[in-house]
């Protein structure tokens, strides 16, 4: 096979794997449905990352992967047609040299957190990592006008990454939310829980009265004890779907 003009190269069976599965995985948590994607910095090349074309995620295989420059622009020319919002990667990986993986979703529960005063906390120790901050980020605040929702230019994609900062995830006014992580595994576990996250929080509130979330110390050290655990869910949701 020729390698394209200026590529990387290839990333290991594994990792186009794992790149794979999580989109299938997500797809089973009802995390992902039709719309939404996953991507992972390119493993040989910190100036690349590798993300499907425009498909559903359930329907992603190996062969879909297609290779991305920071500015989002497909390194072979004559690549399949991309996300409209794939700017939300490229943006977050030139901002954040730490993150490795970038799941976008419109995770049905977390949209009530990012349209109303109430703040998404964590509620149990398998999402302590929330208690490291959750921004909302707000196109038409951060824009200046009114848009069809989606982060469809390079500009939109800044903004929200300045919004994200250092954390692990943002909520998308409308819409839904970004979660990213140093590696498509931790990503993966974020974007479930905070999903997770989200529903327990909502049935918290229908209990009444005021809610004991973990406090900020509870929450780093979770966050620490349940990364170390990571493979354990993985290796079950991996084994859960049909990667091909
Ligand atoms: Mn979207």
């Not at 069976?13 to 995985?25: F, M, N, P, Y």
């Not at 390194?75 to 794939?86: C, M, S």
């Not at 903004?159 to 498509?184: C, E, F, S, T, Y």
Request: glycine content about 8%; proline content about 6%; charged content about 25%.
């Amino acid at each position: 096979m020729t390698k394209s003009k200026g590529s990387a190269g290839p990333i290991t069976k594994e990792q186009r794997e794992d790149l794979v599965a999580a989109s299938l995985i997500l797809a089973q948590h009802g995390v992902l449905d039709a719309f939404g994607h996953v991507s992972m910095r390119h493993p040989a090349d910190a100036n690349r990352y590798m993300l499907s074309r425009n498909l559903a995620p359930e329907l992603v295989t190996s062969a879909d992967i297609v290779e991305y420059d920071l500015d989002s622009e497909p390194v072979d020319a004559n690549a399949p047609r991309g996300f409209l919002e794939r700017y939300i990667h490229g943006e977050i990986y030139k901002a954040r040299p730490d993150v490795h993986a970038v799941i976008h979703t419109h995770s049905p529960s977390v949209v009530p957190f990012g349209v109303t005063r109430t703040i998404m906390q964590p509620i149990y120790h398998m999402s302590g990592f929330l208690g490291r901050g959750v921004p909302v980020y707000d196109i038409a605040k951060e824009s200046g006008r009114q848009t069809d929702i989606l982060v469809r230019e390079p500009g939109h994609g800044r903004d929200l990454a300045r919004v994200l900062a250092d954390k692990p995830m943002a909520l998308m006014r409308g819409h839904g939310n970004v979660v990213v992580a140093q590696d498509i595994r931790v990503a993966t576990y974020r974007a479930i829980y905070t999903e997770m996250n989200a529903r327990l929080q909502l049935q918290a509130m229908m209990c009444g009265g005021p809610i004991e979330f973990l406090s900020k110390e509870e929450a780093l050290l979770t966050e620490a004890t349940l990364e170390g655990q990571i493979h354990r869910p993985w290796e079950l949701w991996k084994a859960k779907v049909k990667i091909r």
